[in-house]
């Protein structure tokens, strides 16, 4: 199955979401964070360099959850700021 290539938004929302997690990670290493999340170092850079725009659920839950980031506020800040309604369909 070939997948269809990114919109320019949703390459801009994986650069929100990287720079939320960064973030929200503060003083705390990415190692840290991989570590108590259980994803991979590497992974979590991707995702924090806008590599990875559109991480599994899971991913992005696991990186949450280690963060004290609540899934519905991540959400809430991912959302186009001129379409609040957009991830929530």
């Known amino acids: ?9 949703e390459r ?4 929100r ?5 960064r973030q929200a990670r503060a003083d705390r290493t990415p190692a840290e964070v991989a570590a108590s999340s259980g994803v991979s170092l590497e992974v979590l850079r991707k995702i924090e360099s806008g590599r990875v ?3 599994t ?6 990186l949450a959850n280690a963060l004290g980031l ?6 809430g800040q991912l959302a186009d ?9």
């Open 17 to 21: 979401l990287g720079a939320l997690l």
């Open 70 to 75: 609540p899934l519905d506020e991540l959400v």
């Open 57 to 62: 659920f899971f991913t992005v839950a696991a």
């Open 81 to 89: 700021p001129a379409d609040r309604t957009a991830l929530t369909a």
């Open 1 to 9: 199955m070939v997948r269809p290539p990114l919109t320019p938004e």
């Open 53 to 55: 725009p559109t991480p």
């Open 12 to 15: 801009e929302r994986g650069r």
